[in-house]
């Protein structure tokens, strides 16, 4: 289930008096704002013997999620990324960011000796990242405790840590993602064009401003650029790439 952001002036292709191309964070105070309540069914076109197969695999992931819960585990993997963990409360129409650590992410990595091979993420505070300024393509290992959160496997507490620098790219660190979160913006343009980019943010959110209180997450831009579809930041790497192209 979701909450969509909806304004009645754009449903009817009005333009918005402040200009505003798509529904944001800006619009919490307008009488035109609404949100839209989305109930998802799941529909497969699985066979039945796929279909089986694919409940198999669930429920042995999820047998071996409960097995691994709270337990004090050794991991090992590269730095995918760093970002800064961002939440957000919504009173009264009104968002307020604030930060609460960093995230490390890795694309795959190794439990003891197995293989995992999906997204999972260190929650460090900034002390962590100061002392050892892991930056994308350093390879850590150390020993964390195993927890699950909405689907994102995330490792906390990180003790006996061993780190190989590979002097990967220069990433964020804590002044400029205080930056950041006093400027970024949520997301509402397509979300594929960001995939690769190191300025793409998860913002957790927390809405109080509905009967019941809603959890949910949106994708952030650290470059506060809400409108990905015209992303100047993409923009310029593409013309940077076809002069690159032009020059060869
Ligand atoms: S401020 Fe937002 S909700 Fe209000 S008219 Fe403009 S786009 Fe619509
Ligand atoms: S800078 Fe552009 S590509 Fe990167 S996250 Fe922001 S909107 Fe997306």
């Known amino acids: 289930m ?68 709270g337990k004090n ?50 929650r460090v505070n900034g002390r962590f990242l100061c002392r050892t300024e892991a930056t994308p393509g350093d390879d850590l290992e150390f020993d964390a405790i195993f927890t699950e959160d909405r689907g994102r496997i995330i490792l906390r507490n990180p003790k006996k840590i061993e780190m190989t620098k590979n002097g990967g790219k220069e990433c964020i660190n804590i002044s400029r993602a205080q930056v950041a979160r006093a400027t970024g913006k949520i997301i509402v343009g397509s979300i594929e064009k960001c995939e690769d980019c190191s300025y793409c943010s998860l913002i957790d959110i927390e809405d109080r401003s ?6 949910y997450r949106r994708f952030y831009c650290l470059r506060g650029i809400s409108d990905s579809d015209n992303c100047p930041a993409r923009i310029e790497e593409i013309i940077r790439a076809e002069k690159r192209k032009i020059r060869f």
């Open 210 to 215: 509905r009967k019941e209180i809603s959890h």
């Open 2 to 69: 979701e909450f969509l952001w909806k304004c009645h002036d754009l449903d009817k292709g009005k333009k918005c008096p402040k200009n505003f191309k798509h529904v944001g964070r800006g619009c919490f105070s307008c009488k035109k704002f609404y949100d839209e309540k989305m109930t998802y069914r799941p529909e497969t076109d699985l066979d039945g013997k796929s279909l089986k197969r694919f409940m198999d695999d669930l429920l042995e992931y999820r047998g071996w999620l409960d097995s691994m819960r």
């Open 73 to 122: 585990v050794r991991f090992g993997g590269t730095v995918a990324s760093v970002f800064p963990h961002l939440k957000m409360a919504i009173d009264n129409g009104q968002g307020r960011v604030y930060m609460d650590g960093f995230y490390i992410s890795f694309d795959s990595g190794y439990f003891d000796n197995n293989l995992f091979d999906d997204k999972i993420y260190l």
